[in-house]
């Protein structure tokens, strides 16, 4: 039982890494390191990795900002940073 368990754990994760392969085929990575090793961790985490890859790696193709609007391409303030050119940390001869 635990042979078939395994042999359909690994179909279903080089399923996984076969898909991630064609759409980095289709849509190549901005680092091309990120074209071998989304695949191979689809491998390896299989039906996660698919997802993670769908999730996270897909935003870093390089066509992936190709006609987004610029409102969405600048990173949005949450409110808990600080913005650019703000105030410089005290130093410790200033805290004394």
């Keep these: 039982m635990l042979t078939l368990i395994s042999w359909a754990s690994l179909g279903i994760a080089l399923i996984c890494a076969f898909v991630v ?37 897909r935003r870093m193709a390089k066509d992936a900002m190709q006609g987004m609007p610029m409102a969405q391409m600048q990173p949005q303030m949450t409110g808990h940073e600080e913005p650019a050119g703000g105030c410089e940390p005290q130093s410790e001869r200033d805290a004394i």
């Design 21 to 57: 392969a064609i759409d980095e085929i289709r849509h190549p990575q901005k680092m091309w390191i990120m074209n071998a090793v989304w695949p191979v961790s689809a491998l390896y985490f299989s039906v996660f990795g698919l997802w993670g890859y769908f999730r996270i790696g």
